[in-house]
């Protein structure tokens, strides 16, 4: 497998990063590359010159997270090093903590090859949600893997009170890693942005509202740790997540949509997300559903129709417990009835999104996921396939519409993996990158 040249200028880490990859001169670096994110996507090409040492390192990490544990030699097939560039580079992060060896694989004509993994507990990073309903706090570890979950609950989020909770589960997040906590890569946070918008279709002030639009989310955070913070759209952390850890890790080019309080999405070209000028692109909640103008006036958007808000609606209207969407009930009676009338709703919204979408991008997949069950997400990706069927694709190809893998958790992991790629990744701003001025997001 080929990979392409990346500009392999690094940029520096802040004090305190877990195992930085060495300089050229084979010793530890004093400061690790900074910035955003790299994926299962990425696909850097090694250098053999000299001073290209912390770089190489990064791609042999990179290597490894896409393909999985593999021996030196494979390495340096992949990623065009020389074997004894590969030897060294391998050593350093075995030293560093980074990498491990797994059990020599024998049967084969030769020395048996001995497969190079990453440590878990190499590095680590701290994922936080803050979204309309709750927040939650993840601690993943070098692999992706959840190590530590919380969360909290509301109706909406209030500044006043919010980040008195956040620094209390941080603090405790912090606390799971014992002596680990010297690997921490930083902290990453998925939040919509426009928290404060849509507060008249859930009933919350404008003063309580219009709060978030005076606080740096970065910033408020940033006064609690001395980690590096990272701040991304909710929706594309959790787009992220996919792309990295599920099923984007082989797709080209897909729209993402995650199901929630709203609908949201995502967008990965090229195997990349793409965030858009202003980091909204794949905002598919705020598609209309028809023309304007005319008796119907300013038309309704799609997160009407489709977002998890307008389930818990009709279940409350009903007299039902709304938290039925999320916890199994849905689709067992009584709230099962009106979960049909929502799925079918939802689907033709959504449906709607996804051919606009397809007509302008030329799109091969579509990734539904959600905070729901498995079992209701499969029901709506089969209500969305009826609903697409209605639609004309005389001149354009219908994209594949697929389960998303990782759930409830993706925009945290999302967020997590933000500084812990940013530490690790041979491209670190991939994720945040500005496609419109090249700024980060």
């Known amino acids: 497998m080929a990979y392409d040249t990346i500009d392999p ?9 877990p195992a930085a990859p060495r300089g050229g001169d084979g010793r530890p670096a004093e400061a690790a590359s900074r910035p955003a994110e790299a994926a299962s996507q990425l696909r850097p090409r090694g250098s053999n010159h000299a001073g290209m040492r912390q770089y190489n390192e990064r791609v042999v990490l990179q290597a490894i997270r896409l393909h999985g544990d593999l021996p030196k030699a494979d390495l340096a097939r992949l990623t065009h090093l020389s074997t004894q560039t590969v030897s060294l580079i391998v050593n350093a992060l075995l030293e560093d903590g980074l990498l491990v060896k797994r059990q020599p694989l024998r049967g084969r004509i030769g020395q048996p090859s001995v497969p190079i993994a990453l440590n878990p507990d190499g590095a680590y990073a701290i994922g936080v949600k803050i979204g309309r309903r709750s927040m939650d706090v ?5 692999t992706g893997s959840v190590r530590e979950r919380s969360s909290v609950a509301y109706d909406f989020p209030d500044p006043l009170t919010l980040f008195g909770d956040l620094r209390r589960l941080l603090e405790q997040s912090v ?6 906590a010297e690997r921490l890569a930083g902290i990453g946070i998925a939040t919509p942005l426009s928290l404060g918008s849509w507060q008249a279709l859930l009933g919350v002030g404008d003063d309580q509202a219009s709060r978030w639009n005076e606080i740096d989310l970065a910033q408020r955070v940033g006064e609690m740790t001395d980690l590096p913070v990272h701040v991304i759209k909710d929706t ?29 999405g995502g967008l990965v070209i090229d195997s990349q997300l793409y965030n858009g000028a202003r980091g909204n692109a794949g905002a598919v909640g705020s598609m209309p559903l028809h023309a304007a103008g005319g008796p119907a006036g300013v038309p309704p958007q799609v997160l009407s129709a489709a977002s998890l808000f307008n389930l818990q609606q009709l279940y409350a209207a009903a007299g039902l ?6 916890d199994g009930r849905a689709l067992e009676p009584p709230w099962a009835s009106y979960t049909r009338v929502w799925l079918r709703n939802a689907a033709q919204a959504m449906a709607l ?12 997949d579509v990734v539904v996921d959600g905070v729901f069950g498995r079992e209701l997400l499969s029901r709506l990706i089969a209500h969305l396939e009826e609903a697409l069927d209605m639609h004309n694709w005389e001149g354009i190809s219908r994209p594949s519409v697929r389960a998303g893998t990782i759930g409830s ?14 530490a690790f990744a041979p491209d670190p701003e991939v994720f945040l990158k500005n496609r419109a001025s090249g700024d980060t997001a």
């Open 138 to 142: 993840l601690v993943i570890d070098f």
């Open 175 to 180: 606390a799971s890693l014992g002596t680990g």
């Open 9 to 17: 200028s690094p940029s520096p880490a802040p004090a305190g990063s």
């Open 409 to 422: 958790d993706a925009r945290a992991m999302g967020g997590a993996l933000l500084p812990l790629y940013a």
């Open 236 to 264: 594309s952390a959790a787009c992220v997540a996919e792309l990295v850890s599920g099923r984007g890790r082989s797709m080209h080019s897909f729209l993402y949509l995650f199901v929630d309080t709203f609908v949201g």
């Open 353 to 364: 999104a996804t051919v606009n979408a397809t007509c302008l991008l030329d799109l091969d």
């Open 321 to 326: 417990d709304p938290q039925a969407a999320v």
